[in-house]
Protein backbone atom coordinates (compact mmCIF):
# COMPACT_ATOMS: atom_id res chain seq x y z
CA UNK A 1 0.00 0.00 0.00
CA UNK A 2 3.11 2.43 0.64
CA UNK A 3 4.36 1.88 -2.78
CA UNK A 4 0.62 2.54 -4.31
CA UNK A 5 0.53 5.76 -2.09
CA UNK A 6 4.14 6.60 -3.38
CA UNK A 7 3.23 6.11 -6.91
CA UNK A 8 -0.09 8.27 -6.51
CA UNK A 9 1.96 10.87 -5.08
CA UNK A 10 4.18 10.77 -8.26
CA UNK A 11 1.17 10.80 -10.65
CA UNK A 12 -0.55 13.52 -8.41
CA UNK A 13 2.29 15.96 -9.80
CA UNK A 14 0.69 17.41 -12.64
CA UNK A 15 3.93 17.90 -14.68
CA UNK A 16 4.79 15.58 -17.91
CA UNK A 17 6.44 13.48 -15.28
CA UNK A 18 3.05 12.76 -13.27
CA UNK A 19 0.91 12.68 -16.45
CA UNK A 20 3.69 10.15 -17.68
CA UNK A 21 3.11 7.78 -14.33
CA UNK A 22 -0.11 7.68 -14.84
CA UNK A 23 -0.09 6.77 -18.61
CA UNK A 24 2.14 3.72 -17.94
CA UNK A 25 -0.04 2.36 -15.15
CA UNK A 26 -2.80 2.42 -17.31
CA UNK A 27 -0.77 0.89 -19.83
CA UNK A 28 0.03 -1.67 -17.70
CA UNK A 29 -3.56 -2.31 -15.73
CA UNK A 30 -4.52 -3.14 -19.12
CA UNK A 31 -2.48 -5.36 -20.81
CA UNK A 32 -2.58 -7.57 -16.96
CA UNK A 33 -6.66 -6.63 -17.57
CA UNK A 34 -6.80 -7.82 -20.99
CA UNK A 35 -4.59 -11.58 -20.33
CA UNK A 36 -6.47 -12.00 -17.44
CA UNK A 37 -10.22 -10.92 -17.52
CA UNK A 38 -11.06 -10.87 -21.16
CA UNK A 39 -12.44 -13.84 -23.01
CA UNK A 40 -14.69 -13.12 -26.39
CA UNK A 41 -17.65 -14.92 -25.85
CA UNK A 42 -17.50 -15.86 -29.94
CA UNK A 43 -21.83 -15.24 -29.88
CA UNK A 44 -24.11 -12.71 -30.12
CA UNK A 45 -22.87 -10.62 -27.27
CA UNK A 46 -19.71 -9.88 -28.68
CA UNK A 47 -20.23 -6.41 -29.40
CA UNK A 48 -21.21 -5.29 -25.95
CA UNK A 49 -18.80 -7.50 -24.28
CA UNK A 50 -16.38 -6.06 -26.17
CA UNK A 51 -17.25 -2.66 -26.26
CA UNK A 52 -18.11 -2.62 -22.18
CA UNK A 53 -14.09 -3.51 -21.34
CA UNK A 54 -12.99 -0.97 -23.80
CA UNK A 55 -15.31 1.69 -22.39
CA UNK A 56 -16.67 0.95 -18.98
CA UNK A 57 -12.57 0.79 -17.63
CA UNK A 58 -11.94 4.08 -19.00
CA UNK A 59 -15.41 5.71 -17.27
CA UNK A 60 -14.32 4.20 -14.17
CA UNK A 61 -10.50 5.94 -14.53
CA UNK A 62 -12.37 8.83 -15.24
CA UNK A 63 -14.45 9.34 -12.40
CA UNK A 64 -11.51 7.90 -10.06
CA UNK A 65 -9.81 11.09 -11.68
CA UNK A 66 -12.47 13.42 -10.63
CA UNK A 67 -12.87 11.47 -7.55
CA UNK A 68 -9.20 12.15 -6.42
CA UNK A 69 -8.79 15.81 -7.79
CA UNK A 70 -8.91 18.19 -4.58
CA UNK A 71 -10.06 21.03 -6.98
CA UNK A 72 -13.13 18.99 -6.89
CA UNK A 73 -14.46 19.08 -3.59
CA UNK A 74 -13.00 22.67 -3.08
CA UNK A 75 -15.56 23.25 -5.53
CA UNK A 76 -18.77 21.09 -4.72
CA UNK A 77 -18.10 21.60 -0.75
CA UNK A 78 -20.73 24.02 0.67
CA UNK A 79 -22.31 24.79 -3.03
CA UNK A 80 -25.90 24.87 -2.19
CA UNK A 81 -24.71 26.51 1.20
CA UNK A 82 -23.81 28.67 -1.24
CA UNK A 83 -26.39 29.11 -3.49
CA UNK A 84 -26.86 32.09 -3.72
CA UNK A 85 -23.30 32.84 -5.86
CA UNK A 86 -24.84 30.27 -8.52
CA UNK A 87 -27.13 32.68 -10.10
CA UNK A 88 -24.29 34.77 -10.59
CA UNK A 89 -22.60 34.57 -14.21
CA UNK A 90 -18.99 35.27 -12.52
CA UNK A 91 -18.90 32.68 -9.82
CA UNK A 92 -20.70 30.51 -12.42
CA UNK A 93 -18.22 30.95 -15.14
CA UNK A 94 -15.73 30.09 -13.04
CA UNK A 95 -17.15 26.90 -11.56
CA UNK A 96 -17.27 26.04 -15.28
CA UNK A 97 -13.61 26.72 -16.21
CA UNK A 98 -12.53 24.32 -12.70
CA UNK A 99 -14.38 21.59 -13.76
CA UNK A 100 -13.40 21.95 -17.89
CA UNK A 101 -9.35 21.93 -15.85
CA UNK A 102 -10.12 18.94 -13.47
CA UNK A 103 -11.99 17.01 -16.74
CA UNK A 104 -8.23 18.14 -18.91
CA UNK A 105 -6.71 16.20 -16.01
CA UNK A 106 -9.03 13.15 -15.43
CA UNK A 107 -9.06 12.32 -18.59
CA UNK A 108 -5.12 11.34 -18.63
CA UNK A 109 -5.83 7.76 -17.39
CA UNK A 110 -8.98 6.98 -19.64
CA UNK A 111 -7.72 8.54 -23.27
CA UNK A 112 -4.32 6.31 -22.34
CA UNK A 113 -6.74 3.17 -21.56
CA UNK A 114 -8.79 3.78 -24.65
CA UNK A 115 -5.38 4.02 -26.74
CA UNK A 116 -3.73 1.23 -25.62
CA UNK A 117 -6.57 -1.51 -25.79
CA UNK A 118 -7.10 -0.24 -29.11
CA UNK A 119 -3.15 -0.94 -30.29
CA UNK A 120 -3.49 -4.24 -28.38
CA UNK A 121 -6.88 -5.21 -31.13
CA UNK A 122 -8.69 -7.72 -28.50
CA UNK A 123 -11.38 -5.38 -27.81
CA UNK A 124 -12.18 -4.07 -30.89
CA UNK A 125 -11.72 -7.04 -32.45
CA UNK A 126 -14.31 -8.63 -30.17
CA UNK A 127 -16.68 -6.27 -30.63
CA UNK A 128 -16.50 -5.44 -34.51
CA UNK A 129 -17.24 -9.08 -34.87
CA UNK A 130 -20.33 -8.90 -33.36
CA UNK A 131 -21.94 -5.78 -34.58
CA UNK A 132 -25.03 -6.03 -36.36
CA UNK A 133 -24.36 -4.17 -39.43
CA UNK A 134 -25.16 -5.86 -42.59
CA UNK A 135 -22.85 -3.45 -44.78
CA UNK A 136 -19.81 -3.30 -42.46
CA UNK A 137 -19.67 -7.20 -42.36
CA UNK A 138 -20.08 -7.65 -46.08
CA UNK A 139 -16.91 -5.16 -45.86
CA UNK A 140 -14.82 -7.16 -43.55
CA UNK A 141 -16.16 -10.29 -45.29
CA UNK A 142 -15.20 -9.09 -49.08
CA UNK A 143 -11.99 -10.51 -49.88
CA UNK A 144 -13.84 -14.01 -48.57
CA UNK A 145 -15.00 -16.42 -51.39
CA UNK A 146 -17.83 -17.02 -49.28
CA UNK A 147 -19.27 -14.18 -47.69
CA UNK A 148 -22.70 -15.17 -46.83
CA UNK A 149 -21.22 -17.91 -45.07
CA UNK A 150 -18.43 -15.06 -43.42
CA UNK A 151 -20.97 -13.15 -42.61
CA UNK A 152 -22.91 -15.67 -40.42
CA UNK A 153 -19.93 -16.89 -38.59
CA UNK A 154 -17.86 -13.96 -37.86
CA UNK A 155 -18.84 -13.87 -34.60
CA UNK A 156 -17.33 -17.00 -33.97
CA UNK A 157 -13.81 -16.12 -35.74
CA UNK A 158 -12.04 -14.20 -32.65
CA UNK A 159 -12.42 -18.13 -30.57
CA UNK A 160 -11.72 -20.23 -34.11
CA UNK A 161 -8.79 -17.91 -35.10
CA UNK A 162 -9.36 -20.03 -38.62
CA UNK A 163 -9.58 -16.53 -40.66
CA UNK A 164 -6.25 -14.68 -40.02
CA UNK A 165 -7.38 -12.23 -43.49
CA UNK A 166 -10.59 -11.22 -41.61
CA UNK A 167 -8.79 -10.97 -38.20
CA UNK A 168 -6.19 -9.01 -39.45
CA UNK A 169 -8.37 -6.49 -41.17
CA UNK A 170 -10.05 -5.51 -37.45
CA UNK A 171 -6.83 -5.53 -35.82
CA UNK A 172 -5.74 -3.02 -38.56
CA UNK A 173 -8.49 -1.03 -37.99
CA UNK A 174 -8.13 -1.00 -34.45
CA UNK A 175 -4.48 -0.06 -34.16
CA UNK A 176 -5.45 2.70 -36.85
CA UNK A 177 -7.91 3.95 -34.42
CA UNK A 178 -5.56 3.83 -31.25
CA UNK A 179 -2.87 5.74 -33.22
CA UNK A 180 -5.51 8.15 -33.87
CA UNK A 181 -6.58 8.72 -30.45
CA UNK A 182 -2.94 9.19 -29.49
CA UNK A 183 -1.92 11.84 -32.14
CA UNK A 184 -5.27 13.51 -31.07
CA UNK A 185 -4.14 13.77 -27.60
CA UNK A 186 -0.58 14.88 -27.88
CA UNK A 187 -2.04 17.58 -30.55
CA UNK A 188 -4.56 18.61 -28.33
CA UNK A 189 -2.29 18.88 -25.20
CA UNK A 190 0.56 20.47 -26.76
CA UNK A 191 -2.17 23.40 -28.29
CA UNK A 192 -2.91 23.36 -24.62
CA UNK A 193 0.14 24.12 -23.65
CA UNK A 194 1.07 26.57 -26.01
CA UNK A 195 -1.85 28.47 -25.52
CA UNK A 196 -1.43 28.58 -21.72
CA UNK A 197 1.85 30.02 -21.42
CA UNK A 198 1.68 32.42 -24.69
CA UNK A 199 -1.40 33.79 -22.51
CA UNK A 200 0.97 33.41 -18.86
CA UNK A 201 1.07 36.92 -17.46
CA UNK A 202 3.35 35.00 -15.11
CA UNK A 203 7.12 34.61 -15.86
CA UNK A 204 8.52 31.26 -16.77
CA UNK A 205 11.07 31.27 -13.80
CA UNK A 206 8.59 32.62 -11.15
CA UNK A 207 5.88 30.13 -12.57
CA UNK A 208 8.39 27.69 -11.82
CA UNK A 209 8.80 28.65 -8.34
CA UNK A 210 4.77 28.67 -8.03
CA UNK A 211 4.18 25.18 -9.08
CA UNK A 212 6.94 24.05 -6.33
CA UNK A 213 5.37 26.12 -4.11
CA UNK A 214 1.84 24.75 -4.95
CA UNK A 215 3.01 20.96 -3.94
CA UNK A 216 5.22 21.87 -1.13
CA UNK A 217 2.34 23.46 0.54
CA UNK A 218 0.00 21.12 -0.33
CA UNK A 219 2.34 17.99 1.18
CA UNK A 220 2.79 20.41 4.47
CA UNK A 221 -0.72 20.99 4.70
CA UNK A 222 -1.50 17.29 4.99
CA UNK A 223 1.58 17.02 7.32
CA UNK A 224 0.33 19.83 9.68
CA UNK A 225 -3.13 18.58 9.48
CA UNK A 226 -2.19 14.91 10.69
CA UNK A 227 -0.24 16.58 13.62
CA UNK A 228 -2.65 19.19 15.11
CA UNK A 229 -5.67 16.24 14.68
CA UNK A 230 -3.29 14.20 16.42
CA UNK A 231 -2.49 16.25 19.12
CA UNK A 232 -6.12 18.00 19.31
CA UNK A 233 -7.77 14.48 20.10
CA UNK A 234 -4.71 13.32 22.47
CA UNK A 235 -5.71 16.45 24.31
CA UNK A 236 -9.36 15.14 24.44
CA UNK A 237 -9.04 12.22 25.37
CA UNK A 238 -6.16 13.05 28.66
CA UNK A 239 -8.65 15.37 29.48
CA UNK A 240 -11.35 12.78 29.52
CA UNK A 241 -9.96 9.62 30.71
CA UNK A 242 -8.17 11.96 32.97
CA UNK A 243 -10.58 13.95 34.24
CA UNK A 244 -8.60 17.33 33.60
CA UNK A 245 -8.80 20.31 32.74
CA UNK A 246 -7.98 20.15 28.88
CA UNK A 247 -5.09 22.47 27.93
CA UNK A 248 -5.42 25.45 25.68
CA UNK A 249 -4.94 24.18 21.86
CA UNK A 250 -5.62 26.87 19.13
CA UNK A 251 -7.55 25.29 16.22
CA UNK A 252 -8.66 27.77 13.17
CA UNK A 253 -12.09 29.04 13.22
CA UNK A 254 -14.59 28.00 10.60
CA UNK A 255 -14.06 31.42 9.06
CA UNK A 256 -10.59 30.65 8.52
CA UNK A 257 -11.09 27.27 7.07
CA UNK A 258 -13.51 28.61 4.39
CA UNK A 259 -11.19 30.98 3.40
CA UNK A 260 -8.30 28.68 2.94
CA UNK A 261 -10.82 26.04 1.63
CA UNK A 262 -11.86 28.69 -1.53
CA UNK A 263 -10.68 27.80 -4.95
CA UNK A 264 -7.96 30.43 -5.33
CA UNK A 265 -8.38 33.46 -7.94
CA UNK A 266 -5.87 35.24 -9.79
CA UNK A 267 -4.98 38.76 -9.38
CA UNK A 268 -2.44 40.98 -11.22
CA UNK A 269 -2.28 43.54 -7.90
CA UNK A 270 -1.00 40.84 -5.57
CA UNK A 271 1.35 38.16 -5.52
CA UNK A 272 -0.09 35.81 -3.18
CA UNK A 273 0.48 32.48 -4.18
CA UNK A 274 -2.75 30.14 -2.54
CA UNK A 275 -5.72 31.25 -0.80
CA UNK A 276 -3.47 29.84 2.27
CA UNK A 277 -0.95 32.92 1.49
CA UNK A 278 -3.45 35.30 1.16
CA UNK A 279 -5.11 34.45 4.36
CA UNK A 280 -2.17 34.82 6.53
CA UNK A 281 -0.71 37.91 4.82
CA UNK A 282 -4.27 39.59 5.20
CA UNK A 283 -3.99 38.21 9.00
CA UNK A 284 -0.54 40.08 9.35
CA UNK A 285 -2.06 43.27 8.20
CA UNK A 286 -3.81 46.43 9.60
CA UNK A 287 -7.43 46.71 9.66
CA UNK A 288 -7.05 49.66 7.34
CA UNK A 289 -5.08 47.47 5.31
CA UNK A 290 -7.43 44.32 5.43
CA UNK A 291 -10.26 46.92 4.02
CA UNK A 292 -8.20 47.63 0.81
CA UNK A 293 -6.98 44.23 0.35
CA UNK A 294 -10.95 43.35 0.59
CA UNK A 295 -11.19 46.02 -2.45
CA UNK A 296 -8.30 44.68 -4.36
CA UNK A 297 -9.44 41.16 -4.39
CA UNK A 298 -12.77 42.29 -5.50
CA UNK A 299 -10.89 43.40 -8.78
CA UNK A 300 -9.10 39.88 -9.17
CA UNK A 301 -9.12 38.05 -12.86
CA UNK A 302 -10.09 34.74 -13.68
CA UNK A 303 -7.47 32.09 -13.39
CA UNK A 304 -4.94 32.22 -16.41
CA UNK A 305 -4.97 28.54 -18.01
CA UNK A 306 -0.89 28.05 -17.03
CA UNK A 307 -2.40 28.09 -13.28
CA UNK A 308 -4.76 24.73 -13.49
CA UNK A 309 -1.96 22.83 -11.17
CA UNK A 310 -2.99 25.35 -8.10
CA UNK A 311 -5.85 23.80 -5.49
CA UNK A 312 -4.97 20.47 -8.42
CA UNK A 313 -3.76 17.97 -6.29
CA UNK A 314 -4.62 14.35 -5.30
CA UNK A 315 -6.63 13.50 -2.48
CA UNK A 316 -4.61 11.72 -0.08
CA UNK A 317 -5.59 8.11 -0.02
Known sequence: MDKFKTVLNIASKQTNLGFGAVALMTAGGEQIFSSVAFRCPCNELNFYYGMVFLLVPALALLLLGYILSKKTWKMLTGLLYHREKLGKWKHLSVIIKTFIQVSVTAMVAPSSWIAVALLSGNYFECAMTGINVTAYNQHVCKEKEATEDCVKKLHKFPCERSNDEVLKTLRAQSQILGWLVITAIMLSSLLFICVARCTSPISYQQLKFWRVYAQEESDLMDSYT????????????????????????????????????????????????????????????????????????????????????????????
Open 226 to 317: NKHAKLLADRNLNSFFNETKPENITTPSNKAWEKISALYTFSTKDHYYSTLHRHVEANSQTETEMRLMSVRSNESTDNPVVLHFVDGGMMPI
